[in-house]
């Protein structure tokens, strides 16, 4: 097409047709303009394919792992209410001062003192962040969902540190002070290995006076009474007030990478 145009500019000159040759001249220019511009658009074009490509490639990642946060989610909410159930367990057993049935107090005690923490799986997160793509993600409502769930999460791991260090200060060293290990599981009448695992009736019984007696003094410390209700109130405000919203916020976005994707479709 240009070597056309070319050909006409060289026959009007040669015609001394000025204003022609001038009408002629301005259109080749004004065709090249468009061709650069055409170029510019597939350039742009296929530049954003490239990107949306790479896009598409974070969201169905950040799908995945935002899937398996949730089911996390809902096993730790059902981990740490049953938490609040034995610390709440162990409060009425020392009210009513019973210590009959000690080795179910033991095993209350430790369904509340196993410590449980709940990691988000957010490797794809990080990797936007890390590497500045995170402005690839065309939609404001994703980023933004994505940067308040880990501002939540962060707000969870502090409130757990400090839950984890009034578990120390008011249970683990309480219960630490009351009991004698060595005294427990006395070395001098186990015989055998399978004795530790399976004591014998004697062993058993011992153990059992030594528990009781544990658990009497506990069950008058005070100490140890307010971590069970700190226990207690710290797991349902971790449920109620953080995991119930991470949950929330996890849901919507899943909701939200659903329909991006199928925009592409």
Same mark, same amino acid.
């Given at each position: ?6 050909n006409?500019r060289?026959?009007?000159?040669? $015609? =001394? ?13 004004? &065709? ?18 490239? $990107?949306?490509?790479i896009?598409?490639?974070? &969201?169905?990642?950040?799908? +995945? ?5 949730? @089911?996390?989610?809902v ?9 609040l159930n ?11 001062h019973?210590?009959d ?11 509340? #003192? @196993?410590?449980?923490? %709940? ?7 990080e990797?936007? @962040? ?11 409502? @994703? ?18 540190e +400090?839950?984890?260090?009034e578990?120390?200060?008011y249970?683990?060293d ?6 004698? %290990? ?18 014998? #009736? $004697?062993?058993? #019984?011992?153990?059992?006076? *030594?528990?009781?007696?544990?658990f009497?003094?506990?069950? =008058? ?9 700190? #226990?207690?109130?710290?797991n ?25 994707? *199928?925009?592409?479709?």
């Amino acid at each position: 097409m240009i070597k056309i145009f070319r050909n006409i500019r060289k026959k009007l000159a040669a $015609e =001394n047709k000025v204003a022609s040759y001038l009408r002629y001249a301005v259109g080749e220019v004004v &065709l090249v303009v468009v061709g650069i511009l055409i170029a510019l658009q597939i350039n742009t074009w296929n530049e954003n394919r490239k $990107e949306r490509a790479i896009e598409i490639k974070y &969201l169905k990642n950040l799908q +995945h792992e935002l899937k398996q946060d949730s @089911i996390d989610i809902v096993r730790y909410k059902a981990i740490r209410l049953g938490i609040l159930n034995a610390a709440q367990e162990l409060l009425n057993n020392a009210k009513l001062h019973q210590i009959d049935d000690v080795y179910k107090l033991d095993s209350l005690y430790i369904s509340v #003192a @196993i410590w449980y923490e %709940f990691v988000p799986n957010n490797n794809t997160f990080e990797e936007l @962040i890390s590497s500045g793509n995170l402005q690839l993600l065309k939609n404001d409502s @994703i980023k933004n969902l994505l940067l308040d769930l880990n501002q939540k999460n962060e707000q969870l791991v502090s409130d757990r540190e +400090h839950m984890r260090r009034e578990y120390k200060n008011y249970l683990y060293d309480e219960r630490v002070k009351q009991i004698n %290990f060595l005294d427990v599981n006395d070395p001098s009448k186990v015989k055998t290995v399978l004795d530790w695992f399976y004591p014998r #009736a $004697e062993i058993v #019984a011992e153990n059992k006076i *030594k528990l009781q007696r544990n658990f009497k003094r506990l069950f =008058n410390n005070t100490t140890f009474l307010n971590g069970l209700a700190l #226990a207690a109130g710290n797991n349902l405000w971790i449920v109620e007030e953080e995991y119930n919203r991470m949950l929330n916020d996890i849901n919507k976005l899943v909701e939200l990478i659903e329909l991006d994707l *199928k925009s592409d479709e």
